[in-house]
């Protein structure tokens, strides 16, 4: 048994999230279907996390097991197979420790903004109705960085066993027309990027003091932070391994074109 790990993005405006659901369309149940129609037998793909409906990747990761070679040319047959919306970039086999999930030791997530109506990046970023201080924003997300409890920013109900995050980097920054706000951690909680996104956005719009965010965070309380953003503005952009499970740089050396994945956003 050999274990593949798969490197892809995908445009989410189609698909009910990442993690197979009845009846519904799924990144992983289309992918799932591909690989299995090629390789001619049932195929289970775990992924490194599970993105909501409507939320993008240019940085996934997935694996799966099986004993017998992959067929030639795979990646070319599976981008040939899959929609457009979808990208292979690479396929390799493993070591069979690796786990596209619990072996990531950091995620990096970023949300697009802009308060100008942008025709060719419809679906891709969120509309905002004001001229937010940046300044005031990276001061609020230099305020997350104290904390490690971030239950006021989780979804609600869910299987969680922790609300424990270590943010490793949380700043605001000005591409062009948008605004985009990047985050890292180790891990994540349902829905927590959007809604510190608005959190934030509140803070730059003057609804919301350092003091009052701060106060927000030590309520852990859900009903305490702002709004959660839309889908369409959030972006998983990195998903971090050990060296020796995948080789993230060396990859990236040996094929320039997959530099720049944002152009599979």
């Given at each position: ?262 152009e599979s956003e």
């Amino acid at each position: 048994m050999t274990r593949y790990a798969i490197h892809l993005a995908y445009h989410g405006a189609n698909y009910c999230g990442w993690q197979t659901q009845p009846e519904l369309p799924t990144v992983q149940q289309t992918l799932e279907q591909a690989l299995s129609t090629l390789v001619r037998r049932p195929i289970a793909i775990v992924g490194c996390g599970r993105t909501d409906t409507g939320v993008h990747a240019s940085d996934f990761y997935a694996h799966f097991d099986l004993e017998e070679a992959l067929p030639d040319n795979l990646v070319f047959k599976l981008n040939s197979y899959l929609p457009p919306d979808i990208a292979i970039f690479d396929l390799r086999a493993v070591p069979s420790d690796f786990h596209a999930r619990f072996s990531a030791t950091a995620r990096t997530y970023q949300y697009h903004v802009s308060n100008k109506r942008l025709p060719f990046r419809q679906g891709l970023y969120s509309r905002i109705y004001f001229n937010p201080d940046v300044e005031a924003m990276n001061l609020g997300a230099k305020v997350l960085m104290e904390y490690e409890d971030f239950t006021s920013f989780a979804k609600v109900h869910t299987d969680t066993k922790t609300n424990i995050c270590h943010l490793s980097e949380a700043h605001w920054d000005i591409e062009g027309d948008e605004l985009v706000f990047t985050i890292t951690a180790n891990r994540f909680l349902r829905n927590m990027v959007r809604s510190v996104t608005g959190t934030l956005l509140d803070v730059g719009r003057g609804k919301l003091s350092l003091d009052g965010l701060r106060a927000i965070v030590e309520r852990k309380d859900r009903r305490a932070a702002g709004v959660s953003m839309p889908p369409q503005g959030l972006f998983l952009t990195h998903v971090e391994y050990p060296w020796q499970q995948w080789n993230v740089e060396e990859e990236k050396k040996d094929n320039p074109k997959n530099n720049n994945t944002k152009e599979s956003e």
